[in-house]
């Protein structure tokens, strides 16, 4: 059974950092596409970043590009998204979520989903 799941999440001030880590366990393909999402307040889900396992390629939402970086350790199953300059847009619920291809990433239609981990910037 796949799961998937968050740690790393808290609050900081503005320009702050955080990383967050999706520990991944049982079989998710071969070399799955890692994302990660988040939820801020009242709004719905967007896409922050990805991850294609098999070879490294990285993806990003314009709004995180420069702050934010997606990377794995693929010994220990783990997606990292260090998360830098941190603003008070960032806040959210942050969530990795596992799919076999990394395409249309941004869409959110990935199969597996992690509970998530709440992530609080105060200006």
């Known amino acids: 059974q796949v799961q998937l799941v968050e740690s790393g999440g808290g609050s900081v001030q503005a320009g702050g950092s955080l990383r967050l880590s999706c520990a991944a366990s049982?079989?998710?393909?071969?070399?799955?596409?890692m994302g990660w999402f988040r939820q801020p307040p009242g709004k719905e889900r967007e896409g922050v970043a990805a991850?294609?396992?098999?070879?490294?390629?990285?993806y990003y939402a314009d709004s995180v590009k420069g702050r934010f970086t997606v990377s794995q350790d693929n010994a220990k199953s783990t997606v990292y998204l260090q998360m830098n300059s941190l603003k008070p847009e960032d806040t959210g619920m942050y969530y990795c979520?596992?799919?076999?291809?990394?395409?249309?990433?941004?869409?959110?239609?990935?199969?597996?989903w992690g509970q998530g981990t709440q992530v609080t910037v105060s200006s």
């Open positions: 979520a596992a799919d076999w291809g990394c395409l249309s990433w941004l869409s959110g239609g990935f199969r597996y």
């Open positions: 049982g079989y998710i393909y071969s070399s799955p596409c």
């Open positions: 991850i294609y396992t098999g070879d490294g390629s990285t």
